[in-house]
């Protein structure tokens, strides 16, 4: 019965090795076969175009990944910058809005008058005029600079409500020679907005108040902004 039982294992090891070896010889056979009958030149220009897409798709997934992670590092940055500083008291703004204005601010007695291209910062701008400065919002004009291929109703129609202001307080545009399509940098695209307000001694104010922080943190000079 022993005797039985080992020849049965035995045959069936050898079916078994040789299924194997038949399966090995009909990959072999295939191989071969793709061997001697190379492919089309349409079946290449496809497998290329097929590698080349499996290439995009991996780029592309590994920008997309990258760029989620950047984006939330950032999210969590931008979470510790507005815990640690807002808000502002009114003697920070106060400050910020002066290191805006040495920057960006008109440098003539008598008037107050920021400019910029992007809504953010003028909208900064006219908060730090209305509600630091105390510059009544109806005292204050709209100045626009804007390209000759631009729509000017609709820039105008743009900031009027970026800023809340009505039209009425929008003074004429003033159109450049030359044309926005034309610009290696295209900025903001609702061109070059100014903020104006005439008040002299606020202007006087502005002015020293930049030019005590420019001598405490760097040199004395005996130059003003109104020489």
Not at 70 to 79: A, G, M, S, T
Request: net charge positive.
């Amino acid at each position: 019965m022993g005797v039985v039982k080992n020849l049965n294992f035995s045959l069936a090891v050898l079916i078994g090795f040789n299924h194997l070896l038949e399966e090995f010889y009909l990959q072999s056979v295939t191989d071969v076969s793709h061997l001697l009958h190379p492919l089309t030149r349409q079946q290449l220009i496809a497998l290329a175009k097929n590698k080349q897409n499996s290439r995009d798709l991996a780029r592309e997934k590994f920008i997309a990944t990258f760029k989620k992670r950047r984006l939330e590092h950032l999210r969590k940055v931008l979470d510790q910058q507005s815990t640690k500083l807002l808000p502002l008291t009114p003697k920070e703004l106060l400050i910020a809005g002066l290191f805006l204005y040495w920057g960006e601010g008109a440098k003539k007695r008598g008037t107050v008058s920021i400019s910029n291209t992007d809504p953010r910062v003028v909208k900064f701008a006219l908060y730090w005029m209305v509600e630091i400065l105390k510059i009544p919002i109806e005292k204050v004009r709209v100045n626009l600079h804007v390209y000759k291929d631009m729509n000017v109703e609709e820039v105008i129609e743009f900031w009027s409500k970026k800023l809340d202001i009505p039209r009425s307080q929008f003074m004429k545009p003033y159109t450049k020679k030359t044309n926005r399509s034309g610009l290696s940098y295209k900025s903001f695209g609702h061109g070059t907005c100014r903020l104006y307000a005439g008040n002299t001694k606020i202007s006087e104010e502005i002015a020293m108040a930049i030019k005590s922080i420019a001598e405490y943190y760097g040199e004395k000079s005996e130059l003003f902004w109104y020489n």
